[in-house]
């Protein structure tokens, strides 16, 4: 790739093209363009504590001069100068900068009404082939929700969906915008490493629509809701200028920060005069939070629409189904007998049947198999046979829209008492979710915490560091005969331990210290969801290992294989968790131990929760209650 150009020390050659650049920099200088908001935002400049700018902007390509990462006045003193540059002999070579930079160009020509006898503005076909290739009249935002079989699909996803005029009867054939990181081969622990301490570049892409549809709905199981923007023309066409700039650029990509969402905020910022939405996402930021952002400004969002994936159409089918036609279905889907079985029997065959076309549809892309089930065609030529009309009036999400969703961080305050005597505890939480919170907005089942920290004060002791999650993940998905899906656990950080020293005076005296701690298992997750959209309980049996790390253990290090046995009840705003685990571990003062919990959290509102916890392990019980606030 050619190296940046950079234009700090150009001038033009005719001495009146000198002239009128001196004239024109004067009055960006007399009228201070380089503090204006849109140029702010084109040039993604942030505001540090010490009040200097810093461009989010990390590819050397987006700059037309080489001192404007951090100086908004050298970077408009040399996209100017750059619009006098000699224009390109050959169209294979690189862009003239008018070309490069339509935006720029439109809002600066705007702002010092360029002459253009002295100032020779270029014909930017390649710009102009591509804009009018999307014929873009309007603008969705799409949230992808939350799909835990994968670390990237962990948190949801937003991109944007252009509604292109030629494709009003068919938008599945429009185009989508997206932002994403570049993770080449990374294997899962470069991948969450790398997303947390932006070792990844995020670009941004253009692509069918249909397909990502076909990845999110039918392959992931993730619904999509489309939140429909008001922009006029003018703003449109502002998008997609910048949109065109962002081409050869690239973002430090962020887990929690620079993310998928996060930089689409920055292109309707460019293309909305009014709007300031970057600035209000803060340090945190996830996919959902940037729906909420969408929604809070008045009149942005004209509708939302929802999609169901392939999964939720065949779940919503069988919700409503009755019994005897349940069992059918699921007869016909393993073979054990064929659709001619509905002759003559009460139920609705149109109704089973396509909830039987769709499950073939459904494996098969599960499975990646090209071929089609073999009774696919079959049972679709006998489903075109019935003519009975079933009505089942308006099938009800199977999910909530991100918009419901709690905030990411937490911080709690507990009381509890304990045989160690009581204590008062603080918890804080960078993000995201976890088991006990609602799971409104989220993915039921679900947990996904960075760096939750725990500190107690048991009564005449010191403070203590009880705990810190650096990363929790579990993914409690049931399983069923149509998606077989897994269930896992991970734990990576630190842990409180208990031991017992003997003391002449005080005999066995209990103590805790600090470990490090890793676990992971795998098992199944059942419950009824083909009887409730919004079913109630979740019973899960994982199985695998843990290892602690510790002076206090034989070798410093303690490990063995672990059983975790956990049921949820969710109820409106109530919620119940009761779990067990046992370990057995080796190369340790201690070859067993539990961990038995029962907690009970109630929704106050969204952000505020109340919870009451009673833990039993080896030497040690607690009974604790303690308010979270979710900010």
Not at 416 to 433: M, P
Request: some cysteine.
């Amino acid at each position: 790739m050619e190296k940046p150009t950079h234009y700090d020390d150009f001038s033009p050659s005719g001495t009146v093209e000198k002239d009128y650049l001196i004239s024109l920099l004067r009055e960006i200088e007399n009228k201070n363009l380089y503090e204006e908001k849109h140029w702010k935002n084109l040039i993604r400049y942030k505001k540090n504590l010490f009040g200097s700018y810093t461009s989010e902007v990390d590819s050397e390509y987006y700059f037309l001069s080489k001192q404007g990462k951090k100086n908004p006045k050298e970077e408009i003193f040399s996209t100017v100068r750059s619009f006098f540059a000699n224009e390109s002999k050959s169209p294979e070579e690189v862009l003239h900068p008018q070309c490069s930079f339509p935006e720029r160009y439109d809002w600066l020509k705007k702002q010092l009404h360029f002459d253009s006898n002295i100032l020779k503005e270029m014909k930017c076909m390649r710009f102009e082939n591509w804009r009018d290739s999307l014929q873009g009249h309007g603008f969705r935002v799409v949230f992808a929700s939350y799909y835990m079989q994968s670390p990237g699909s962990m948190f949801g996803h937003t991109l944007i969906k252009i509604d292109s005029k030629l494709n009003e009867s068919s938008e599945l054939l429009d185009y989508g915008v997206g932002f994403a990181a570049d993770t080449g081969d990374a294997n899962i622990v470069l991948y969450m490493f790398g997303g947390l301490t932006g070792k990844f570049p995020g670009t941004f892409s253009i692509y069918p629509y249909y397909l990502k549809v076909n990845e999110y709905n039918d392959l992931e199981n993730r619904d999509l809701w489309e939140y429909k923007l008001n922009l006029n023309e003018t703003e449109r066409s502002r998008f997609l200028r910048h949109l065109w700039e962002m081409r050869r650029t690239h973002f430090d990509y962020y887990f929690l920060g620079e993310n998928c969402s996060y930089h689409l905020l920055g292109l309707f910022d460019v293309a909305g005069s009014d709007l300031a939405l970057s600035q209000k996402a803060g340090s945190l930021v996830s996919p959902a939070d940037t729906i909420k952002l969408y929604l809070e400004e008045e009149g942005l969002v004209a509708e939302s629409v929802y999609r169901p994936s392939l999964h939720s159409k065949i779940k919503q089918k069988l919700v409503v189904m009755t019994d005897s036609e349940k069992e059918h279905f699921w007869n016909i889907l393993s073979g054990k007998i064929g659709y001619q079985n509905l002759e003559g029997k009460d139920v609705r065959k149109s109704l089973v049947i396509d909830a039987v076309l769709e499950a073939y549809r459904y494996q098969q892309i599960r499975s990646k198999k090209e071929e089609e089930n073999p009774l696919y065609e079959s049972t679709l030529r006998y489903r075109s046979k019935l003519t009975e009309d079933i009505r089942l009036g308006e099938l009800k999400p199977f999910s909530d829209p991100p918009e419901f969703s709690h905030s990411l961080s937490r911080v709690s305050t507990s009381l509890g008492h304990s045989n160690l005597g009581v204590f008062t505890q603080l918890q804080y939480r960078i993000a995201y979710h976890d088991l006990l919170n609602a799971s409104k907005g989220h993915s039921p089942g679900s947990e996904l915490q960075f760096f939750n920290a725990t500190i107690r004060k048991y009564e005449f002791k010191p403070i203590e560091f009880t705990s810190m999650s650096i990363l929790r993940v579990a993914s409690l998905s049931p399983y069923n005969s149509l998606s077989k899906q897994i269930s896992y656990f991970f734990d990576i950080g630190w842990d409180s331990v208990l031991y017992k020293e003997k003391d002449i005076v005080r005999g066995n005296e209990i103590f805790r210290k600090q470990a490090g701690n890793l676990e992971g298992l795998v098992g199944y997750s059942f419950q009824d969801e083909f009887k409730n959209l919004n079913p109630f309980s979740t019973f899960s049996i994982l199985a695998g290992a843990k290892a602690q790390s510790s002076s206090v253990f034989q070798n410093g290090v303690r490990y063995g294989p672990e059983l975790m046995l956990n049921y949820l009840f969710e109820r409106g705003d109530w919620k119940f968790q009761l779990a067990g685990s046992y370990y057995y571990f080796q190369a340790s003062r201690e070859t067993d131990n539990f961990l038995n919990t029962a907690k009970i959290r109630y929704s106050i509102t969204k952000d505020h929760e109340l919870r009451l916890e009673a833990t039993s392990q080896k030497f040690y019980n607690e009974l604790m209650v303690s308010y979270h606030y979710l900010f």
